[in-house]
């Protein structure tokens, strides 16, 4: 049986271009570092794009690590902005509660992998944050990465 594909775009894994944007989070769960030196948050979302597409998009934020206190201190720091965004209180933060939540995110180029998203930093949504765009009923399907974007690589 031969299928003709010749009409379907095959989907894109380049990344999202740098800014703000509107991103609602599926799914958040602490997880052990590859070597074991730490914890980190896995955050699942999906970022609204302007033209009215979704992107999946996960951010690795490292907020314990036995071996670089600067590692830790900077993830703390992403966490912590997380954290004011969702309006979660800062002394009984459960990443498990991010699910369903909308915030606004900055997301920007990695250095060390132009290929690769990085969330800079999270935001509450504010009344001036862009809004998603209505999705048309003629818009080509979406072209989601199956691949994750890793933004910090923990292990």
Same mark, same amino acid.
């Given at each position: 049986?031969?299928?003709?594909?010749?009409?379907?775009?095959?989907?894109? &894994? @380049?990344?999202?271009?740098?800014?703000? %944007? /509107?991103?609602?989070?599926?799914?958040? +769960?602490?997880?052990?570092?590859?070597?074991?030196?730490?914890? &980190?948050?896995?955050?699942?979302?999906?970022?609204?794009?302007?033209?009215?597409?979704? *992107?999946?998009?996960?951010?690795?934020?490292?907020?314990?690590?036995?071996?670089?206190?600067?590692?830790? +201190?900077?993830?703390? *720091? =992403?966490?912590?902005?997380?954290?004011?965004?969702?309006?979660?209180?800062?002394? !009984?933060?459960?990443?498990? +509660?991010?699910?369903?939540? *909308? /915030?606004?995110?900055?997301?920007?180029?990695?250095?060390?992998?132009?290929?690769? @998203?990085?969330?800079?930093? %999270?935001? #509450?949504?504010? !009344?001036?944050?862009?809004?998603?765009?209505?999705? =048309?009923? !003629?818009? #080509?399907?979406?072209?989601?990465?199956?691949?994750?974007?890793?933004? @910090? *690589?923990?292990?």
């Amino acid at each position: 049986m031969k299928i003709d594909l010749s009409g379907v775009q095959a989907p894109t &894994y @380049n990344p999202i271009p740098a800014g703000d %944007y /509107v991103v609602d989070i599926v799914h958040a +769960e602490v997880r052990d570092t590859q070597n074991g030196a730490g914890k &980190y948050v896995n955050v699942e979302m999906q970022v609204q794009m302007p033209d009215g597409n979704t *992107r999946t998009l996960y951010d690795v934020i490292v907020f314990e690590h036995n071996t670089s206190a600067i590692a830790q +201190e900077i993830g703390s *720091r =992403r966490l912590r902005s997380l954290s004011d965004s969702v309006g979660q209180d800062a002394a !009984d933060f459960d990443p498990a +509660e991010l699910a369903g939540k *909308r /915030v606004q995110a900055k997301i920007g180029i990695q250095k060390k992998d132009a290929d690769r @998203n990085e969330v800079k930093v %999270y935001k #509450p949504l504010s !009344d001036d944050a862009p809004a998603p765009a209505p999705v =048309r009923a !003629d818009a #080509p399907a979406p072209t989601n990465s199956a691949e994750p974007q890793l933004s @910090n *690589r923990p292990w």
